[in-house]
């Protein structure tokens, strides 16, 4: 039983630069999710996919991010022109039915 | 605007004793409520989960109870164990809402040897 795996686990940048992160869910799952944790807060949304459609974005997700499930199955994150206030742990989630949700370790972005 | 609060940043108890952790929501949409554990530079584990049909959901040493009049649900662990130390989250989600979660700020819990 593979969980949930996203890459890479720790990325340090400069402001300014562009990152992309990827999410390998569950292979059954068809539900993917986007979270963003900052030290001392919970995960906050950011987006929501179900197969390879994109049905919600939070508020949080700004134009400079993007978020994609080409086909169905892995995921990618990606900021444009990285800030330091995007600096946080990013993680991934994926269910089957939707309820219990379960996570990989996340990528920690420290933008410089 | 929380829509789910956790009070305490912290908690402290010892080996064998009951921990109990607090969760407090606003949102009554919300029918599925979950705990996660969570470790350093880990994501979530789920721990135990309570539909809004039910008022206490047991699992081991880990019970959830819901108090749905007053927006309220706990996590009790009994006995506490050294190995439980981390920081746990509450959820909440909604049929209705594509089950996005939306989660508490945490709780760190120590569990003193």
């Known amino acids: 039983d593979t969980g949930v795996s996203q890459d890479p686990r720790h990325k340090i940048t400069k402001r300014g630069q562009n990152v992309t992160f990827r999410c390998d869910p569950i292979?059954?799952?068809?539900?993917l999710y986007w979270y963003r944790q900052t030290l001392g807060q919970g995960p906050e949304f950011l987006t929501y996919?179900?197969?390879?459609?994109?049905?919600?974005k939070s508020r949080l997700l700004s134009d400079r991010f993007s978020a994609e499930r080409p086909k169905g199955s892995f995921s990618t994150l990606e900021i444009q022109r990285t800030e330091q206030g995007d600096s946080a742990m990013y993680l991934c989630?994926?269910?089957?039915?939707?309820?219990?949700?379960?996570f990989g370790s996340g990528t920690q972005l420290s933008v410089l | 605007d929380q829509q789910v609060k956790q009070n305490s940043p912290s908690l402290s108890v010892q080996e064998g004793r009951i921990s109990i952790l607090n969760c407090d929501y606003t949102?009554?949409?919300?029918?599925?409520f979950l705990w996660y554990k969570k470790y350093p530079a880990e994501g979530p584990t789920f721990l135990i989960s309570?539909?809004?049909?039910?008022d206490k959901n047991e699992d081991g040493r880990f019970t959830v109870f819901l108090n749905k009049s007053a927006k309220h649900l706990s996590l009790h662990i009994v006995p506490s164990q050294p190995g439980d130390s981390a920081v746990y989250f509450c959820?909440?989600?909604?049929?209705?809402?594509?089950?996005?979660?939306?989660f508490g700020s945490g709780t760190r819990l120590l569990v003193r040897p």
């Open positions: 959820a909440a989600s909604a049929a209705d809402s594509s089950y996005k979660l939306i």
């Open positions: 949102n009554s949409m919300f029918d599925y």
């Open positions: 989630a994926s269910s089957w039915k939707g309820e219990k949700l379960f």
């Open positions: 309570i539909s809004s049909i039910k």
């Open positions: 996919f179900q197969n390879e459609a994109q049905l919600e």
């Open positions: 292979s059954e799952h068809n539900r």
